[in-house]
């Protein structure tokens, strides 16, 4: 059965930073895709960053420069790094594992984490 458990979300000032991690259980890790997604309040879920088996990685616009996807094959884990958090990055963060190589389709997901920038 596979598992997805976010953490590392909080409260964090405009400017401030936070790492999230997604530790996986139940497949083998490094050879799926991850990907990190987003919904705030009121507004459909959104991709944020993708990173593929082989560590090339993918950024939506808006978080390109300030966000940075990473992952330890060793601890089953992905990571968003977030600097320069904006309130516009406020939301719930999900993060998801494909059955492939590539972080697509998305076909597992996790509960999410809850990020909150004030401004």
């Known amino acids: 059965q596979v598992q997805l458990v976010e953490s590392g979300g909080g409260l964090v000032q405009a400017g401030g930073s936070l790492r999230l991690s997604c530790a996986a259980s139940?497949?083998?890790?490094?050879?799926?895709?991850m990907a990190w997604h987003r919904q705030a309040p009121g507004k459909q879920r959104e991709w944020v960053a993708g990173?593929?088996?082989?560590?090339?990685?993918y950024y939506a616009n808006s978080v390109k420069g300030r966000f940075t996807i990473s992952r330890d094959n060793a601890k089953n884990t992905v990571y968003l790094q977030m600097n320069s958090l904006e309130p516009e990055d406020t939301g719930v963060y999900y993060c998801?594992?494909?059955?492939?190589?590539?972080?697509?389709?998305?076909?597992?997901w996790g509960q999410g984490t809850q990020v909150t920038v004030s401004s």
């Open positions: 998801s594992q494909s059955q492939s190589g590539g972080y697509l389709p998305y076909k597992y």
């Open positions: 139940g497949r083998i890790f490094s050879i799926n895709g």
């Open positions: 990173i593929n088996s082989g560590g090339s990685t």
